[in-house]
């Protein structure tokens, strides 16, 4: 059988370009979120639960680094922790969110606990740091890809927002106003490495496969959130009304 031949570096990128088909900006609960018609409730239950993924970043990012031998590359990606973690004399994404918490009515103490946090959403953000612990740092590396698309989605937040949640406080804002520009650098970043390692067919569809896992992630946290927020079917609701699944946390 003849082997398939490699994509062009252009024609490798539309392809990586084109799983934005499948980002979660499509998912009817973010849509939901964007047209103005999520209750508040489903506002503050994705604010909540997104938090897990937001502490997770750093630990993701840091697990890269610890596999990666190439200081120049190490050099860029320690951006990416100082931008979440921040640094002692300015705050990060993961202080911005705790402001956005507040401004859509959370308590911080509650946010920051963890107890909050739907265990599907809880599974789908371990299973990815979990796989940037495991992986080759390349691999872990391009799996961030979906960035490509991030600039859309928060850009869409800071547009109809506004509008359709004046009871959110502007503060909260803030992260996305960030995230515009550090996400574009970051995909310009991740871009290099992808096109520059994957030069095969059979690596760039194992990078293509590697990109529709986290866009999976994304969508299954997405779908925790449907569940127990939009149907008011969170985990054991034939059994209690109780919150009763593990909320074990680190920070």
């Known amino acids: ?3 398939a031949s490699a994509l062009s570096p252009a024609e490798f990128e539309q392809a990586l370009r084109d799983k934005g ?3 979660h900006i499509h998912h009817p609960y973010h ?4 047209n103005g018609t999520a209750t508040k409730q489903q506002i503050q239950g994705w604010v909540a639960n997104r938090f897990y993924y937001q502490i997770n970043i750093p630990m993701k990012d840091a697990a890269i680094m610890a596999n990666c031998p190439d200081r120049e590359v190490r050099r860029h990606w320690i951006q990416r922790l100082l ?10 994404g993961i202080e911005a969110w705790l402001r956005l918490a507040e401004a859509v009515g959370l308590d911080r103490d509650q946010v920051l606990s963890g107890e909050l946090v739907l265990p599907g959403v809880r599974f789908a953000v371990d299973a990815y740091v979990n796989f940037a612990r495991r992986a080759s740092w390349q691999e872990a590396a391009s799996s961030s890809l979906t960035e490509l ?12 927002w506004p509008t359709h949640y004046p009871w959110i406080e502007q503060s909260g ?4 106003r960030t995230r515009l ?3 574009r650098r970051d995909v310009e970043h991740g871009l290099q490495i992808t096109l520059a390692h994957y030069t095969s067919y059979e690596q760039q569809q194992r990078m293509l496969e590697i990109l529709q896992f986290k866009l999976d992630v994304l969508w299954c946290m997405l779908d925790a959130m449907s569940m127990a927020y939009e149907l008011n079917r969170p985990p054991y609701h034939s059994v209690t009304d109780q919150p009763v699944w593990h909320k074990g946390i680190s920070l």
């Open 181 to 183: 520009s550090q996400a």
């Open 149 to 160: 698309f991030a600039p859309h989605i928060h850009q869409s937040r800071l547009e109809a």
């Open 21 to 23: 088909a499948y980002y």
């Open 1 to 3: 059988m003849k082997q």
């Open 83 to 92: 931008d979440h973690d921040g640094l002692p004399d300015s705050e990060g």
């Open 173 to 176: 804002y803030d992260y996305f």
């Open 31 to 34: 849509v939901a979120m964007h």
